[in-house]
């Protein structure tokens, strides 16, 4: 077990199940601990028995939940060290690649590459096999920090912001993205009626530009994302005369939001 590394499969394609099962058959350094399909399953598997590394399928059409709320869940749990997670997906979205790096995605191989195979994944997990052993046996002897730093909490609480924003529609290339992100961290910490203000005055902005900008990503998420995923995302109730929230009904909301899972 000290010299293999140990490998959970996330995946819902069958064959590519299969191919992986026999492939690693064949080695000597790779030990599979598990295969699901599941998401939830997947957390379970991690927490009872933390593998070195974590292939992982963000799209789980076949089974249950998917890629993007397995890394949320495990970022959650604080392991020290988390498992190597590589992310292998048929999605080419950049919106989503960012979403899942920042979660704690280690890399990521898109399944559309000419290159690609399910053994090019295990093949991968070799090639990296000496670095993420190294990270495991060096965290073994440094006790884990009994809290976070404030640092790692504040880093922790805009990734988890970033995926709120990415669930309703809103691009971190919008204007209003960033704006949007530093409204609600500072409503977290003390409510204030001159948010926009404070806003401008960090990005040396004016505030009507920032309000313009935090208005229109708001509005066009509205505008452009399946109404069903914001009933589903944003639960607060909407004025049924204005059809979206205003700035400060989304920043308060976000902004509760966060410090009740915080």
């Given at each position: 077990m000290e010299n293999e590394l140990t490998v959970l499969l996330v995946e819902d394609d069958q064959s590519a199940c299969e191919e992986i099962i026999q492939y690693i058959d064949t080695l000597e350094d790779i030990l599979l601990t598990g295969i699901t399909n599941n998401s939830a399953e997947a957390i379970d598997m991690i927490r009872d028995n933390p593998p070195d590394a974590v292939i992982l399928d963000l799209e789980l059409h076949l089974g249950s939940g998917n890629g993007l709320m397995l890394l949320q869940e495990l970022q959650q749990m604080n392991l020290f060290p988390p498992p190597y997670i590589l992310v292998t997906t048929n999605n080419s979205s950049a919106v989503t690649y960012e979403s899942a790096r920042q979660l704690g995605t280690d890399?990521?191989?898109?399944?559309?590459?000419?290159?690609?195979?399910s053994r090019s994944a295990v093949d991968f997990l070799r090639m990296m096999k000496s670095v993420i052993k190294k990270r495991r046996r060096h965290s073994n002897t440094h006790q884990m920090p009994l809290d976070e730093s404030s640092e790692q909490r504040s880093r922790r609480i805009v990734?988890?912001?970033?995926?709120?924003?990415n669930n309703v529609g809103i691009s971190p290339k919008a204007v209003g993205y960033q704006y949007l992100i530093d409204?609600?961290?500072i409503v977290m910490n003390e409510p204030t009626p001159n948010l926009c203000h404070i806003i401008a005055k960090k990005h040396k902005k004016s505030s009507g530009s920032i309000e313009r900008a935090m208005h229109n990503a708001i509005a066009r998420a509205w505008r452009t994302t399946p109404i069903d995923?914001?009933?589903y995302f944003y639960t607060a109730r909407i004025s049924s005369e204005k059809g979206?929230?205003?700035?400060?009904?989304?920043?308060?909301?976000?902004?509760?939001?966060?410090?009740?899972?915080?």
């Open positions: 890399f990521i191989l898109c399944k559309h590459q000419a290159d690609y195979s990734q988890k912001i970033s995926l709120e924003l409204g609600i961290q995923d914001l009933l979206m929230p205003t700035i400060n009904e989304f920043i308060y909301y976000y902004a509760n939001k966060m410090k009740n899972e915080h």
